[in-house]
């Protein structure tokens, strides 16, 4: 598919930063009509009002709004997340319907309806126009995404904001929904005046401001160039004889070779030594495993999806190739067991699943919409607001996760985003402390993988303690800061709610076998994953998650 032309690309902004206007609009006035802000509910509101009202209220607090002691509670983090939700669930329904996705959930097999169908089957399904019955299939195809449970979509727009969204998404040309890349556009274009008024106000970036400042497009071109010479170059290793590698002309032919139905890899670079011999120019990556079912692609940022969509492109013709899948079953395969996404920002991380839903569905001759295996992306950016118990209840009974766990609690729920000389200090001396006196306890009673775990804990403790003494390379990193604007030596250059790596975090060895880790930061066994309810996606990084995926705490 091509990408946006200029054109489609202005009219698309314009619509989304106008739709922003308009449903912010609305959410305020729906909000104080049921008066959401205020200590005691308005008396002319019905008893399902005082409900919805009440369930609002508590919904906005757990997004961050806060009630005072008098009873008045803020709402503008709800404002914000009604708005989105109400828009989006509109877009991603035209979305769905343009590429023939929308689908009326018949009982004997989902059957796909227009958004035109919608208007004349919407007297008869209870719904008041063919906007909302559209929302509603398309909640019931992505729950996980739109959360129909969610009191958010109980409330009521007032009918002229209704009226102007739908005007706008029904505005927008039909092309503009079958195109490779609008749906990375679309966060960047409602986030853009919310960054422009961060960067306005002078504010100190907090968790809140974060999310509008960190949004970069990457252009289609630069996810090709980097996957073509890393997994297209490791593709083509493998595919490319000796002969063919000594005995090319050009690197086009080679290219050509590698190439596969599906997979040009145009960007994908070779060199030649002096005897002649052709190699990838990034390398032919030979640590990688050599079955492709146990290659684990991770993009700790990644946004609305855009190198998940990509790499799922690229290794699904492979594995089709490699393993004589159908289309279907390789994209399957790829998504349960290839491709893992983490991201800051919750709304990046719906605007993910559906990017990676939605080409999913779209693969030649792989079914088009069918139930998925479940997606491997989660959002890394919230706070612990779950209670101690059901924390710790995660790890199903496995005291090692359980103590894990417990330490994760205290320090995050304590210290988040607010790492100092102190709590630093208590980290080291305390938490990883106490481990090591465990893993000596374990030792002394033969406890089998227990001195791999002391090494890696010792090797760790060690290296936090240079931080203390400012010893480089052991220094607070700063990632959104050039090296010669690096703070030097314990000096924390640290914004509430910013993150930031500690190099010892990121660069602690795995130790001998597998299951050396220290309290979740270094290594957690993959045989430790109590059913698939804990897993460490990357050093430093680990998604807790509840069976179903019902709950993330990231």
Avoid at 517 to 527: A, D, E
Wanted: charged letters at 25%; one cysteine or more; glycine letters at 8%.
């Amino acid at each position: 598919m091509q990408p946006l032309d200029k054109t489609q690309r202005n009219t698309l902004e314009k619509t989304v930063k106008d739709a922003r206007d308009q449903a912010e609009a609305a959410a305020r006035a729906a909000l104080e009509q049921l008066g959401v802000g205020d200590p005691s509910a308005p008396p002319h509101l019905s008893e399902s009002e005082r409900d919805l009202q009440r369930r609002l209220r508590i919904h906005g607090r757990q997004l961050g709004d806060v009630k005072s002691d008098k009873g008045v509670q803020e709402i503008d983090r709800l404002l914000e997340e009604v708005a989105y939700e109400h828009w989006h669930r509109m877009l991603f329904a035209r979305f769905l319907a343009e590429n023939n996705l929308l689908m009326y959930p018949d009982p004997t097999g989902p059957v796909p309806v227009t958004l035109e169908e919608c208007e004349d089957l919407a007297a008869d399904e209870g719904a008041k126009n063919g906007w909302e019955l559209a929302s509603r299939y398309a909640s019931k195809m992505l729950p996980q995404i739109f959360r129909p449970d969610s009191p958010v979509f109980e409330l009521i727009l007032p009918p002229e904001y209704q009226h102007e969204l739908e005007r706008l998404v029904g505005g927008l040309a039909p092309d503009v929904f079958t195109v490779s890349d609008s749906l990375e556009w679309v966060y960047q274009y409602w986030q853009a005046k919310r960054k422009d008024e961060v960067n306005k106000s002078g504010v100190k970036i907090g968790a809140r401001e974060l999310p509008s400042q960190t949004q970069f497009f990457t252009e289609p071109y630069m996810v090709s160039i980097l996957l073509d010479n890393s997994l297209g170059a490791w593709w083509a290793a493998r595919r490319s004889s000796e002969e063919d590698l000594t005995s090319a002309s050009t690197k086009d032919d080679l290219r050509a070779k590698a190439s596969l139905p599906g997979l040009p890899i145009p960007y994908l670079r070779f060199i030649q030594d002096e005897n002649g011999r052709w190699t990838p120019a990034a390398g032919t990556f030979d640590a990688w495993p050599e079955h492709l079912s146990e290659l684990k692609t991770l993009d700790p940022c990644c946004g609305s999806g855009h190198f998940l969509v990509a790499a799922l492109q690229m290794l699904v013709p492979i594995r089709m190739e490699m393993e004589r899948l159908s289309a279907k079953e390789a994209v399957d395969a790829v998504i349960s067991e290839n491709l893992y996404g983490l991201e800051i920002d919750q709304r990046c991380v719906e605007l993910a699943a559906f990017a990676l839903a939605m080409t999913a569905w779209t693969y030649p001759d792989a079914g088009g919409y069918r139930e998925l295996p479940e997606l491997a992306i989660a959002c890394s950016g919230l706070a612990i607001s779950a209670k101690k118990e059901d924390w710790i209840s995660l790890a199903g009974g496995d005291q090692d996760l359980e103590y894990v766990l417990d330490c994760l609690y205290e320090q995050f729920s304590q210290a988040y985003h607010k790492l100092d000389h102190k709590n630093l200090e208590t980290l080291i001396y305390t938490y990883i402390g106490d481990w090591i006196t465990r893993q000596k306890h374990d030792i002394a009673h033969g406890v089998d993988g227990a001195q791999e775990k002391l090494d890696a804990a010792e090797i760790f403790k060690k290296r936090l303690e240079l931080i203390l003494e400012g010893e480089s390379p052991y220094d607070i990193f700063v990632r959104w800061k050039s090296l010669a604007e690096q703070p030097v030596g314990w000096d924390p250059d640290l914004n509430d709610g910013v993150r930031m790596s500690i190099r010892p975090f990121l660069t602690v060895p795995p130790v001998g076998k597998k299951g050396a880790g220290v309290s979740g930061i270094s290594q957690i066994s993959s045989g430790r994953r109590t059913g698939g309810r804990m897993r460490q996606v990357a050093p430093g990084i680990t998604s807790v998650r509840s069976m179903g995926g019902k709950k993330e705490i990231g």
